[in-house]
């Protein structure tokens, strides 16, 4: 049987009706069919035919051809469309896509599409009424590949719409658009986008499951999605991944290798609450890696964290540059009380910690377990908050972590202004701290809640505190050293009542071990814990270092019997 792939390997050309003739490409495979010279017109009509008779094969552009268009040019399952040094502009009035495939409009599905180069250009003024806005639309296709693209958009939407699709890379892609560059709609599943260069009115790589109605076409899960090396200038978000509304999900999506800069949050996760259509969808298993880009000042951090539903999040190596350090790192900030299941940050390298936090849990937010692993922040203006928690943290570890700070800055706040903030346990080891004032961790207000606190190889040099707190608090040290002369483990406040338990504690001569405010008691089962006995609570069994000469029972290790301290070598008792 003939196929139309052996009629063009044994002609070499073509005749389409109309008298276009598609001439054989000696450089190419057998079965090219080439595009026809640019007419100085509308090209609408030679260019699909040459597509149709191409389909399931390659179709080639001649090099330096500057096409106009009026309507979508339709590309065919199987077609290899190669536009290297081509230019395709979509005239102003047309109010359609530009390029699309086949199953796009006429239903069914398509498969193995691929689109070499091209400067594909929406005019200004080319209109349209939903999907038609978006420049190059694609649905319902197995196996889409765009490579080395170039996309102009003076108006309208998406640059690249996915949506429906499998099995999808769209990679060494420049923009110059109006709106989004590319925009993932669900179902889509396997989808890789890399080297996107350029400049974009709108997020440059956004995922939503649902859009916003009026290019609400189709909708789905987004799963197995790959972003990486985003380069770019964008108004908005650099990276935007969305949970669509609560019958939609995001999941296992991997950013990674972004810079450049943004005009909102660099990544933005979640929701946006503009439409119920792109609000209250599952965003989970993100996985977010070596991100490095600046904010417009006064505008979003490097990851904002706002969503209705989300599960796992993994941030690692992040930095700021920039006007963008006035603004948290990494902000979980939802529009309505919202539960986070997990989020981990590492790797972080912070030269300077200016007036924002590095990581801010808003009071709406809860997280049920959050981890900061192998932080270093190299320098800190006054008074700053490393990581702010106003919201709920049900398991707080803060592990491997140096800093250091200048005047009364600490590394973890449960601010004073938020009266519910709450961590039920945190665990603080493998921390470095040097300052000149300050402290680890404060919790000063008498309403927050932070009734466990572990901390484990623990070094301070220069901050006056360990922790500063106001709230009932089982503090459970080991190998903790403070270098500091003029304060020590625990500053006790008003409301405050401390059980100190564990071993291993060095503090310098002199320091005070912990103060207690009129109000506030503290309970020590730390025999290294070296305090003036006289401002803990006696109960039977408690043990501490007594440093105050003054007190009968002498100084050294003394026990509590009953009401009575006594000290463990002397017998003497006060």
């Not at 080439?34 to 094969?57: M, Q």
């Not at 290899?80 to 081509?86: E, I």
């Not at 190596?317 to 963008?324: H, N």
């Not at 270092?545 to 007190?551: D, G, K, V």
Request: aromatic share 2%; proline share 4%.
């Amino acid at each position: 049987m003939i196929t139309r792939r052996t009629l063009l390997a044994s002609a070499g050309t073509m005749v389409l009706a109309g008298g276009t003739l598609l001439s054989g490409d000696s450089s190419s495979h057998a079965g090219t069919v080439r595009l026809p010279p640019p007419s100085g017109g509308d090209d609408t009509a030679s260019l699909n035919a040459a597509l149709r008779a191409g389909a399931g094969g390659l179709v080639q552009g001649p090099h330096g051809a500057r096409y106009q268009v009026s309507a979508p040019l339709v590309v065919h399952s199987g077609t290899v469309l190669l536009m290297s040094g081509c230019t395709v502009t979509l005239a102003a009035g047309s109010a359609c896509s530009l390029l699309i495939n086949k199953a796009a409009t006429a239903g069914g599905r398509d498969r193995d599409i691929t689109v070499l180069g091209g400067t594909w250009v929406r005019a200004e003024g080319v209109g349209g009424v939903g999907p038609d806005l978006h420049t190059l639309r694609w649905r319902r296709v197995d196996g889409l590949t765009l490579n080395g693209l170039a996309v102009e958009t003076a108006s309208d939407k998406y640059a690249i719409s996915l949506g429906d699709v499998t099995d999808t890379t769209v990679t060494r892609i420049r923009f110059a658009v109006h709106s989004d560059g590319v925009h993932i709609q669900g179902p889509a599943a396997r989808t890789r986008i890399s080297g996107i260069r350029g400049s974009t009115g709108d997020d440059t790589v956004a995922i939503t499951p649902r859009d916003w109605q009026a290019y609400d076409d189709v909708w789905g899960p987004v799963t197995d999605t790959v972003i990486e090396d985003v380069s770019a200038a964008s108004l908005a978000a650099l990276v935007k991944v969305l949970g669509g509304s609560p019958e939609t999900v995001a999941s296992r999506t991997t950013v990674r290798g972004v810079t450049g800069l943004a005009g909102t949050s660099v990544l933005w996760i979640g929701d946006d609450t503009a439409d119920w259509r792109t609000t209250g969808g599952r965003v989970d298993e993100l996985v977010v890696e070596r991100v490095s880009a600046a904010t417009l000042p006064g505008r979003g951090g490097v990851v904002r964290i706002d969503g209705s539903s989300v599960g796992r999040v993994h941030l690692r190596g992040l930095t700021v540059d920039g006007p963008g350090a006035n603004r948290p790192l990494v902000h979980v900030a939802p529009s309505t009380p919202t539960a986070v299941d997990a989020l981990t940050v590492e790797d972080v390298d912070v030269t300077r910690l200016g007036t924002a936090s590095l990581l801010s849990i808003d009071a709406k937010a809860t997280v049920r377990s959050l981890r900061v692993e192998r932080l270093t922040v190299g320098g800190t203006s006054s008074g700053a908050r490393a990581i702010r928690i106003a919201g709920a943290v049900d398991d707080l570890t803060l592990r491997t972590i140096t800093v250091a700070a200048t005047g009364d800055s600490h590394l973890l706040e449960l601010p004073e202004w938020a009266a519910k903030a709450t961590v039920r346990q945190a665990t603080l080891s493998g921390v470095r701290g040097v300052g000149n004032g300050g402290g680890l961790v404060t919790a000063p207000a008498a309403t927050h809640t932070l009734p466990r606190l572990v901390v484990d190889d623990v070094q301070t040099t220069g901050m006056v505190w360990l922790a500063d707190l106001n709230t009932e608090t089982e503090l459970l040290l080991s190998k903790v050293t403070i270098d500091d002369s003029t304060g020590g483990f625990a500053k006790v406040r008003g409301s405050g009542a401390v059980v100190v338990r564990g071993d291993g504690l060095r503090s310098a001569p002199g320091s005070r071990g912990v103060a207690v405010t009129s109000g506030g008691s503290v309970v020590s089962y730390a025999p290294d814990l070296a305090v003036d006995v006289s401002e803990l609570v006696r109960v039977d069994g408690s043990r501490a270092t007594n440093t105050n000469a003054r007190l009968p029972c002498g100084t050294g290790p003394v026990v509590c019997t009953g009401l009575t301290w006594q000290h463990l070598q002397t017998g003497a008792t006060y």
